[in-house]
């Protein structure tokens, strides 16, 4: 039988949380925090809804997640994609905002993301998509699965999965742009490379990117 998200969050995360949390530092009113997977401190007590995609979502004390604007600014695709043959997909590290622009420039989104939780897992560069899932079940990377092995082997689609509603995979091996069930990872460093997006809107970017949709991630 499969274990259960939530079940597996509060014996892996919060169970590592609770041995870090020993150690903290205590802050004015509550206990410092800390994401186990990597140490930095997180949001608002979010070990109790991490998943194995992220770990904890973790706060960014320079940045104010509620009012990015920089992320929501029209972006022209000049700069970054020589053409828009089957359409083009920018995703903005340092906004944290993914541009969608299709093959005849009739449609332009851009939508609020998650990014990966530091450098070392972060992939820059020229990619393209080449399948869509709908539905998409999980599984960690070897990797992952070396650095925590009390994870599930396998995730089945479903509201406790980590790419949420919709996925689309990219050409380099494990990554993705998918959805998320935890909204709270939208505009945090929260992922361990993958781009995510509120399910709502990686449902209609789904409907409108297609295999071999160009992607940059800068």
């Known amino acids: 039988m499969l274990m259960s998200m939530t079940a597996f969050n509060r014996r892996a995360f919060l169970g590592s949380a609770a041995a870090l949390g020993a150690a903290s530092l205590a802050a004015p009113g509550f206990a410092q925090q800390f994401d186990p997977y990597t140490g930095q401190p997180i949001y608002n007590g979010a070990a109790d809804g991490a998943t194995p995609d992220a770990g904890a979502v973790q706060y960014d004390s320079g940045a104010n997640q509620r009012h990015n604007i920089s992320s929501f600014r029209a972006q022209d695709w000049r700069p970054y994609f020589d053409n828009l043959t089957n359409g083009a997909i920018l995703c903005d590290i340092t906004s944290r905002a993914v541009h969608y622009w299709s093959e005849d420039e009739s449609v ?95 449902k209609e970017l789904f409907g409108m990117a297609n295999i071999g949709t160009q992607v940059l991630l800068i």
């Open 108 to 202: 332009y989104r851009v939508y609020p993301s998650s990014i990966p939780v530091s450098k070392d897992l972060t992939r820059l560069g020229r990619t393209e998509i080449i399948k869509k899932v709908e539905g998409p079940s999980w599984a960690p990377t070897p990797e992952m699965k070396a650095r925590n092995p009390s994870w599930p082997d396998f995730v089945p689609p479903g509201p406790d999965n980590p790419l949420g509603t919709h996925a689309l995979w990219l050409s380099w091996q494990y990554y993705r742009i998918h959805g998320t069930h935890d909204t709270r990872k939208i505009g945090r460093k929260s992922s361990n490379g993958c781009i995510g997006l509120y399910n709502e809107h990686i």
